[in-house]
């Protein structure tokens, strides 16, 4: 096989070729035209669209690349190299060498994406002895939506802005996603605004001849009505954009299939819009590709070297650090071939208000989140599923004790409670709270592996249950209510449960918000039903009483009850 060495970056000793370092080298392969991937090297070997934009963006004279075509191969020191598209970004290459004598080949990857792309060249595989892979996005959990679903949800994003009248700002990296997202636009003929980093990237695409790229319109720090804003991602919080007015921002990444992740890049939207192959795309790579032995490099590297092990592939990190696995645990490690059980979703009231929580929760539009919570309020007869499910919209679901939280589950009481059920295993449990802290995306995808019996469950048993778990003394009252209640629900009613009890129902809809729901609902004056509910210091109940048109006669609250004993008569379940 070829060798490959690592020492502060990939290095073939053979041809004396660096593959893509970040410390300047006499000569070097150079994937893309991003900064993470290049340095000043003597002479670099790159795509003629990646040695443009290296002149464009970094003042490289063009005397130092070479740049041969795709495809076509060159000769040097006894080595056949190619360079093949890699889909990541225009110019982005593949690099694919052959040692003449004995035909053994080697394949790196460099950055690359196995789904289609508007401006960059299709991704195109050799099988090769050797694969250097990158694997960004190497764990399980990166499975990104199809393309048509995210594109829909960008369109979708823009849209719902209009509709409220705030400019859509969307996030990605100056050169590669935003034309990539530019060429969306243009497609569907959206207007956009460009930051200046980002006009300069698409001219120079434009320059280097990649096509189905309007022609860049800069954003000057206003935006008209109907017209989005892309900008890198560090640029939100300059002084450019101090005076645009009402906004509403989304991160495209990858990195949005994490929980919790709008949060961490402070953004009102995270859409999985991906220059990167996702897990899939990194198996499909390496079936296209047939290695003999596989190095992975960047991202999830030890860990995807480790998966690929447990499938009897020759595979380890290229940077070391691989911890071996012993024979004897090597079967727990291995994905399961088995399908996950089918889990037959009963229709309930609980359905109906788990499906509305995530549809208001994916729908960007204020205007739609007031109109898909009116409806749902409108549509419920029963006055006691309007006081609970209106207590449960607003975060007022549980009775208020002084020096209580509205957490009512931490990790450890969850997961004795999901161990209890009968098949559940601690090795899966550990698994997914590694990848995912989120405790109600937690209980939802260890939920899925096992086999349960779901049942209907109406809103008031549902509270009941809460108020059961509030009011248990004793931890492990809770983990046997918790045990009996999971194991009779759908995985998706399961996630809604676990959000109610860690008080991180977040539907996105504020508590004004969802009184504006209630008054829409039921034609009710605003300002009534506010005075309503500053009496009754209850939005449930202001709900009922504006369904009946009676706000006139709300009350003040009476002392909560005891809770009734017949809460805690429940039967035990072994917790082994």
Known sequence: MIEVQYNRGLHLPELDLWLDPQIARPFAFVSHAHSDHFARHETILCSEVTSSLLRDRFSHPRTDCQSPAFHVPIVRDGFRIRLLPAGHIPGSAMIHVTRTSDNASLLYTGDFKTRRSRISEAVSFLSADTLIIESTFGLPAYEFPSPMEVEAEVLRFIHDCFADNVTPVLLG??????????????????????????????????????????????????????????????ALRTKLFEHLGPRRAAMLSGWAVQPESGFRFGVDSMIPFSDHADHPGLLECIQRVRPSRVLTVHGYAKEFAAELRSRDIDAWCASGGDQLELPIIRPSHKPSTARAPWQKRVVCPLADFSDLCRLVEKTGSRVAKLEFIANYLAGLEDDENLRIATLWLTREFLPSRPGDSNNLLNTSTLRHALLAIPGARDERFREIHRKHKNLATVAKLFLTDLQLHPEALDIPGTAKFVLELRYATESMDRIRALTRRLSTLHPSEGETIVKLLTGNLRTAADSKLVHEAIAKAFLANPDALHHAIRITRDSGTAAVLAKHHNLDQATPPEKPDTPPPELFATAELPLD
Request: net charge negative.
């Open 173 to 234: 990296y100056s050169l590669g996603k935003s034309q990539e997202v530019l060429a969306l636009l243009a497609e569907n003929e959206i207007p956009a605004l460009l930051h200046p980093a980002v006009v300069a990237m698409t001219a120079a695409c434009r320059s280097a001849g990649v096509t189905g790229l309007p022609h860049p319109v800069e954003f000057t720090g206003t935006a008209a009505p109907g017209h989005v804003v892309i900008t890198p991602p560090h």
